[in-house]
């Protein structure tokens, strides 16, 4: 039987040309893909508060303190997050009841948080870092009907739960991107009996201890700028003083207070 062998010639398939408008849209989207994830990272990198606005401060009373008793000298770092709080009922089946409780850093329309809080018992001073959007110098004019506001228009106090309020504090200031920080250590401060602690915002020419300022969110919803920052039912954490020695007075530091009984 013979085998027939059939001889085919073999030509390499032509590639056709690639569209102009194809190679564009490609590297369209190759620029989109760069773009937003270039976006996330930048979100991502704004959101994490610069290494200044957590620095521990030095005042002349943490000095004084820490030259005292340094070996006694502790300072306590505090995060304020969200529990379940036993209610001290049970139900049907003897099981202990739970209700949670929820806290945000942030107000509700974004403008203003809070972070880093550490509070020194010796020395009686608490510190904290407010972060705000310079938009909220706009939402000022516009909820107190204002057309220029001072250099530094925001005043801070600490609010006890039960009307004691706490209106002295030092503190230091930093611009990045969009946002203010405000590093602030009040005096006086004393936690050992607190059950809760607000930290209230005001304009500064205008402030009573008892209104917070009130943004407005929407046509009628207003934003009060007030932030719980300490429960009692939570824990101190031992907070490392170490890499801030030695100690030495925060340089900088610009003061900020209101008498009470001036009101």
């Given at each position: 039987?013979?085998?027939?062998?059939?001889?085919?010639?073999?030509?390499?398939?032509?590639?056709?040309?690639?569209?102009?408008?194809?190679?564009?849209?490609?590297?369209?989207?190759?620029?989109?893909?760069?773009?937003?994830?270039?976006?996330?990272?930048?979100?991502?990198?704004?959101?994490?508060?610069?290494?200044?606005?957590?620095?521990?401060?030095?005042?002349?009373?943490?000095?004084?303190?820490?030259?005292?008793?340094?070996?006694?000298?502790?300072?306590?770092?505090?995060?304020?997050?969200?529990?379940?709080?036993?209610?001290?009922?049970?139900?049907?089946?003897?099981?202990?009841?739970?209700?949670?409780?929820?806290?945000?850093?942030?107000?509700?329309?974004?403008?203003?948080?809070?972070?880093?809080?550490?509070?020194?018992?010796?020395?009686?001073?608490?510190?904290?870092?407010?972060?705000?959007?310079?938009?909220?110098?706009?939402?000022?004019?516009?909820?107190?009907?204002?057309?220029?506001?001072?250099?530094?228009?925001?005043?801070?106090?600490?609010?006890?739960?039960?009307?004691?309020?706490?209106?002295?504090?030092?503190?230091?200031?930093?611009?990045?991107?969009?946002?203010?920080?405000?590093?602030?250590?009040?005096?006086?401060?004393?936690?050992?009996?607190?059950?809760?602690?607000?930290?209230?915002?005001?304009?500064?020419?205008?402030?009573?201890?008892?209104?917070?300022?009130?943004?407005?969110?929407?046509?009628?919803?207003?934003?009060?700028?007030?932030?719980?920052?300490?429960?009692?039912?939570?824990?101190?954490?031992?907070?490392?003083?170490?890499?801030?020695?030695p100690a030495e007075e925060t340089e900088?530091?610009?003061?900020?207070?209101?008498?009470?009984?001036?009101?």
């Amino acid at each position: 039987m013979d085998n027939n062998i059939m001889e085919t010639d073999y030509y390499p398939e032509e590639k056709k040309p690639s569209s102009p408008v194809g190679t564009v849209f490609k590297w369209i989207v190759f620029a989109v893909i760069v773009l937003v994830i270039g976006l996330l990272f930048f979100r991502m990198f704004i959101k994490n508060d610069p290494k200044a606005a957590k620095q521990f401060i030095w005042t002349q009373d943490t000095v004084t303190a820490y030259n005292e008793n340094s070996s006694g000298f502790k300072a306590y770092s505090y995060e304020l997050v969200s529990y379940n709080r036993p209610t001290g009922l049970k139900d049907s089946n003897g099981v202990a009841q739970y209700e949670r409780v929820t806290y945000n850093d942030i107000t509700s329309d974004g403008t203003f948080s809070f972070s880093n809080m550490i509070y020194i018992p010796s020395s009686k001073e608490l510190e904290i870092t407010v972060r705000y959007n310079r938009k909220a110098i706009e939402s000022l004019k516009s909820a107190l009907n204002l057309k220029e506001v001072e250099e530094e228009p925001f005043f801070f106090a600490l609010e006890f739960l039960g009307g004691d309020y706490k209106t002295t504090y030092s503190y230091t200031t930093l611009s990045r991107f969009t946002y203010e920080y405000r590093r602030l250590v009040f005096k006086d401060v004393d936690l050992s009996e607190a059950d809760m602690v607000y930290l209230n915002v005001y304009y500064i020419n205008n402030i009573n201890l008892g209104n917070p300022l009130r943004f407005y969110q929407g046509k009628k919803y207003q934003v009060t700028l007030s932030l719980p920052i300490y429960d009692s039912y939570l824990e101190f954490k031992d907070y490392d003083i170490t890499k801030y020695l030695p100690a030495e007075e925060t340089e900088n530091l610009q003061q900020s207070s209101y008498v009470i009984n001036e009101q």
